[in-house]
């Protein structure tokens, strides 16, 4: 099920949708390393993490599921955002440096169809960061926010899905310790449950995030998409009348 794209911007105004964002992006940035002068993707509802691109990037996209809906970013200056199908982008070959994938992969109906158009974008040696929900963790199992939609993953399932697509994983984070719970004492404790629940391992976590490398050779060749003829009943030819 693909969330509305006004839920999830209420869910990034709220209290706990902003200390979400500032915990998952120091992942992502962590992950991302020197962005300088790279063509910079941001797939799903990538935005709350992509600001810190726009200055050093050469071009930063947002793409947005139709199904979904999009809204206008950044605020200031020319918008980035296209509305698009994630299975079919409008992108030439090789076209992407790096994807950030946040809200994204656990929506599809098709993940591996995802993973085929989105080796296809991205350029050789290019990079993919994956943010997902864990399976086991605690925002997957309760759905009051965007964490907790759609099919969250194991770090296992996740591994598969990009070595059987030609992304090999080169380096994994693990973010959002803190129950998902919209307290302003526990919010006020964020850090002691972040630094107190990686004591515990990454089973604690809510998200998983990974960063992939493209290789070179497609492990899946792309589906052909079937043409299709849309046949409309008890309609002919007929010459125009005119007065």
């Known amino acids: 099920m ?5 839920r999830l911007i209420a869910f990034y105004k709220s209290p706990l949708g902003r200390i979400a964002r500032a ?7 962590g992950l991302s390393a020197d962005i300088s002068g790279r ?3 941001g797939l799903g509802f990538a935005t ?3 600001r810190f691109t726009l200055e050093t990037a050469e071009r930063v996209l947002a793409f947005m599921p139709a199904r979904q809906g999009a809204s206008a970013w950044p605020r200031e200056g020319p918008s980035h955002t296209v509305l698009c199908d994630p299975l079919e982008m ?9 994807t950030i994938a946040i809200h994204a992969l656990e929506h599809v109906a098709d993940d591996e169809e995802l ?3 989105l080796w296809r974008v991205t350029a050789p040696n290019g990079q993919l960061i994956l943010v997902v929900p864990r399976r086991r963790g605690i925002w997957a199992q309760l759905d009051h926010t965007p964490f907790g939609q759609g099919n969250p993953y194991s770090g296992s399932q996740l591994d598969k899905l990009l070595r059987d697509h030609s992304f090999v994983p080169e380096a994994w984070r693990d973010g959002l310790f803190l129950p998902p719970v919209q307290s302003p004492l526990l919010l006020k404790s964020t850090r002691l449950f972040e630094r107190g629940g990686r004591l515990f391992g990454p089973a604690m976590s809510g998200v998983i995030c990974v ?10 060749p792309r589906r052909k998409r079937a043409e299709r003829y849309v046949r409309l009943p008890n309609l002919s030819t007929a010459t125009a009348r005119y007065g």
């Open 23 to 29: 915990l998952v992006r120091e992942q992502v940035m």
């Open 2 to 6: 693909t969330i509305d794209v006004t």
């Open 115 to 117: 993973m085929r158009e």
């Open 211 to 220: 960063r992939a490398r493209k290789e070179a050779f497609p492990a899946v």
């Open 48 to 50: 709350p993490y992509l």
């Open 39 to 41: 063509r910079i993707l």
């Open 90 to 98: 409008p992108l030439t070959d090789a076209a992407i440096d790096l």
